[in-house]
């Protein structure tokens, strides 16, 4: 399964050449967007028997027991496909149908192995009136049901989806109970000790940022965040190929307010890459702040719900030139609610922070890393 694309990417100038982000250009093909495509395409068809209407689109929640922050997504994707497909879609009343769901983890059996999977449903409305339209589909895809659940996953060097498979499940599970795990250094999250990638959390104080302790709670990397801290991402690549990181925030691409249309950081070989914050533009950059007011949440503004904020998530992949050849171990060469104050990130100040667009290829996902910073 090939699982290349060519993408417009972002570099950071720091002095020396340093990071990339990119935008898609191809159809998509990890599991989550193929499912969330179907979805829409199912849900257009039963529009269109009603004789069409507007469209609006709420929330998919994440289920009781379920834990991950990809609602905004979800919901995203979803509104993207239904352009695509012509619907008319609007952002408040007056509208003909609204649609909702949900989404939850579910462990399957197949041919003796248990594999963790993502069950999307989504529900549709006319009015007040429950049109009793269901539409569900199965998310199974390796790299997808890691980024959704926030899990700490690696499947580099992995060439098989059914060993990505057993890793994703390996590594929904406590280590006490046989799961793989995740190592933290002081600072530094990493899934494994030899891990090729990591990640820091930084603190601004006055001009400068500290790296934070982070800790193990209720098996999961935790940083201790206060409120109204202005904190960076440091994104480590210690391997001798390029990395392409999808940086999210309470489920939130980090180029979410962007008007470049980027979603990799791209690091050097053998380097690092502080993410200051929310990337606005080629020249400018607003602090990631940590904030208690939910509506000062950039979860707020993309219509995410108060329970799905406190995660952060790193997504590495190998990135290349166009026209060279992939590393050698590219996977896509071989076929197969208390009343407890909660966090959420926000927005500083605006700093500059100086990028430029390029073109590279990215690879499949290697490793998955998230840290928690509120305590569920």
């Known amino acids: 399964m090939n699982r290349w694309f060519c993408a417009s990417v972002l570099c950071l100038i720091m002095g020396v050449w340093q990071p990339v982000a990119s935008r898609a250009q191809a159809p998509p093909t990890d599991d989550f967007s193929v499912k969330v495509r179907d979805l829409a395409e199912r849900f257009a068809r039963i529009i269109a028997k009603k004789e069409g209407g507007t469209v609006i689109v709420r929330k998919f929640e994440p289920s009781t027991g379920t834990d991950g922050s990809v609602a905004p997504r979800i919901r995203e994707q979803m509104l993207a496909e239904l352009k695509r497909l012509q619907v008319a879609v609007v952002d408040k009343e007056p509208f003909a149908f609204e649609m909702k769901g949900d989404y939850q983890k579910v462990v399957?059996?197949?041919?003796?192995?248990?594999?963790?999977?993502?069950?999307?449903?989504?529900?549709?409305?006319?009015g007040?009136?429950?049109?009793?339209?269901?539409?569900?589909?199965?998310?199974?895809?390796?790299?997808?049901?890691?980024t959704m659940m926030g899990l700490n996953t690696s499947l580099d060097g992995l060439l098989t989806e059914a060993d990505q498979l057993k890793a994703v499940f390996d590594a929904s599970r406590p280590a006490s109970d046989g799961g793989s795990g995740f190592v933290l250094d002081g600072t530094r999250l990493s899934k494994r000790a030899d891990s090729?990638?990591?990640?820091?959390?930084?603190?601004?104080?006055?001009?400068?940022?500290?790296?934070?302790?982070?800790?193990?709670?209720?098996?999961?990397?935790?940083?201790?965040?206060?409120?109204?801290?202005?904190?960076?991402?440091?994104?480590?690549?210690?391997?001798?190929?390029?990395?392409?990181?999808?940086?999210?925030?309470?489920?939130?691409?980090?180029?979410?307010?962007?008007d470049t249309g980027s979603e990799f950081w791209i690091i050097e070989p053998n380097s690092s890459v502080d993410v200051l914050g929310w990337h606005r533009s080629n020249e400018k950059t607003t602090e990631f702040r940590v904030v208690s007011n939910f509506q000062e949440s950039a979860a707020f503004q993309v219509n995410l719900s108060e329970n799905e904020t406190g995660l952060i998530t790193a997504a590495f992949?190998?990135?290349?030139?166009?026209?060279?050849?992939?590393?050698?171990?590219?996977?896509?060469?071989?076929?197969e609610n208390g009343a407890r104050q909660r966090?959420?990130?926000?927005?500083g100040d605006d700093v500059t922070f100086q990028t430029r667009q390029v073109n590279l290829i990215i690879g499949a996902p290697r490793d998955i890393l998230s840290v928690r910073y509120d305590r569920k």
Do not use: C, M
């Open 317 to 335: 992949r190998a990135a290349w030139e166009p026209n060279t050849a992939a590393p050698a171990d590219e996977p896509g060469l071989v076929a």
């Open 128 to 146: 007040t009136e429950n049109l009793g339209e269901k539409v569900t589909t199965l998310v199974v895809g390796p790299e997808s049901v890691s």
């Open 108 to 126: 399957i059996k197949t041919n003796g192995n248990s594999l963790l999977t993502v069950k999307l449903t989504g529900r549709l409305f006319q």
């Open 196 to 258: 090729r990638y990591a990640v820091e959390v930084l603190v601004k104080s006055g001009n400068s940022y500290q790296a934070q302790p982070l800790t193990s709670v209720r098996d999961n990397p935790f940083v201790d965040l206060a409120i109204d801290a202005r904190y960076a991402i440091r994104l480590i690549n210690r391997s001798s190929v390029a990395a392409a990181v999808d940086l999210r925030i309470d489920g939130v691409s980090s180029f979410r307010f962007s």
């Open 343 to 347: 966090k959420a990130t926000g927005f």
